[in-house]
């Protein structure tokens, strides 16, 4: 049996196990006296290195499901695995922990601290990490070496979303959540950090989760999960994934 004390470092029998299965999760939020049901009874697997979309309507889970499977909030009921590891059975520390170790986040509003420059905000997740790349080198690999001195204020949006997609790559992580990361951004912006984000799955193998409303990205996807009301409607299976650069806005 798995404890709090053994998350895995990704070596060992782990390396054969699905990187997450859920087994009918659900969720149930509580506003007043009305019971709103963002989950309802979700299974999946999510293997080694995938890059996975999720498309729906506002309110259809996805968000609720990137939260519980990235340990950011808990399920109503059910069980969730990383690998050999039941999250669901985890304390809050032992699921920080976690989040440390192997996950990524990015999100469409940059969450970059004003005070700080792009290197800096960057650093705050190298500081932690146990193995992580160099704060000037995930920068340049957003393009921004250049830009590491600056702060959030002189730059651009695509710039902020490109600093924090170079934050969130600097620990090498295992999996990286990204709600809506191209959101906010020109098309031409968001092929830069869609091809930003494929780099980091083909060097370092890491899982991509990538939620969206832009339907054109889910052909940069091995597999794309429809959501409907809490559940997973469908699931297409691309025969292959097109690059970030042929994909239409």
Known sequence: MTTEADISDGQGRGETLPVFRA???????????????ALRGVDLEIGRGEVLVLLGPSGSGKSTLLNIV?????PTSGQLWHEDTELTGLSDRALTRFRRAHVGFIFQFYNLIPSLTAEENVRLVTDIADDPLPAEEALEMVGLGHRRGHFPAQLSGGEQQ????????????????????????????????????????????????????NAGIAAM????FNFLDGRIASIDVNSE??????ISW
């Open 70 to 74: 990235g340990a950011l909030d808990r």
């Open 23 to 37: 087994v009918d999760l659900r969720k149930i939020y509580e506003v007043g006296e009305t019971q709103v049901h």
């Open 162 to 213: 490109r600093v924090a997609v170079a934050r969130a790559i600097a620990k090498r992580p295992r999996v990286l959540f990204c709600d809506e990361p191209t959101g906010a951004l020109d098309s031409s912006t968001g092929i830069k950090v869609l091809e930003t984000l494929a780099k980091a799955n083909e060097e370092f193998g890491a899982t991509l989760i990538i939620i969206t409303h």
């Open 221 to 224: 996807a091995d597999r794309v």
């Open 241 to 246: 994934r097109r690059p970030p650069s042929e």
